[in-house]
């Protein structure tokens, strides 16, 4: 199916296990975004890349750790998970045809870490 | 540089009446605007999109929004709500940059 999935949707996790977050785009889209979404805070960006092997911090990329290896793979893994970090995940690719950057955005994550 | 800031944080109304969220924006070049509306536990959808061409943008589902210049908004409205459209609405700009900017966010609640 073309678009953009997340894998898993939901998951439980204890504080300082090592959790990864999928997602995969099937349009060869060049630029990938990971956000998070807390209640009062809106969306907030965690890291983007703008290629494979490209990858820069967004606004709160602390304890969080991407890698892109092919461009239709963006993974966010939390390296040793904080309670803090419960939240709803979402990843986005960006079209830039005719110069205009419109979103696609997965269906999210939720993660719970207790 | 660029911000967007979405004036309501809650717009609350009637089935029936007419839907205004509003949205301002800042931005050091000719922006991108997008309306995206997000229903409860669901992810982000495109609502509405302008990129230069028009200055009033039609949406699905009978939204739509008017880009102006002079005023640094891009509001969106719809002539009548219904119970479906009851949702998170977020007003995003994107100018010169491939990094969007996200507005905080208006919750639309619409009552029977």
């Known amino acids: 199916d073309a678009g953009i999935t997340q894998s898993p949707r939901y998951k439980i996790t204890e504080t300082g296990r090592q959790v990864t977050l999928m997602c995969h785009q099937t349009w060869s889209h060049s630029y990938m975004f990971w956000y998070r979404q807390d209640l009062g805070h809106g969306l907030r960006l965690i890291y983007y890349?703008?290629?494979?092997?490209?990858?820069d911090k967004g606004e709160v990329p602390d304890g969080y750790v991407v890698s892109r290896s092919k461009t239709e793979n963006f993974p966010l893994t939390l390296e040793s998970a904080t309670r803090s970090q419960t939240s709803v995940y979402f990843c986005?690719?960006?079209?830039?045809?005719?110069?205009?950057?419109?979103?696609?955005f997965g269906p999210g994550t939720r993660l719970t870490v207790t | 540089a660029q911000s967007v800031t979405q004036l309501d944080s809650h717009v609350s109304v009637s089935e029936g009446t007419p839907v205004l969220l509003r949205c301002n924006y800042s931005s050091s070049y000719s922006p991108s605007l997008f309306w995206y509306v997000q229903h409860p536990n669901k992810g982000l959808q495109l609502l509405l999109k302008?990129?230069?061409?028009?200055?009033l943008v039609k949406g699905i589902n009978g939204f739509e929004a008017e880009f102006k210049k002079s005023e640094t908004s891009f509001h969106l409205t719809k002539p009548s709500a219904h119970m479906s459209d009851a949702a998170e609405y977020f007003c995003?700009?994107?100018?010169?940059?491939?990094?969007?900017?996200f507005g905080r966010g208006t919750s639309l609640i619409v009552h029977p």
């Open positions: 986005a690719s960006t079209n830039t045809d005719g110069g205009v950057f419109e979103q696609y």
């Open positions: 890349s703008a290629a494979a092997d490209i990858t």
């Open positions: 995003v700009v994107s100018g010169g940059s491939y990094i969007p900017t």
């Open positions: 302008y990129t230069s061409a028009a200055t």
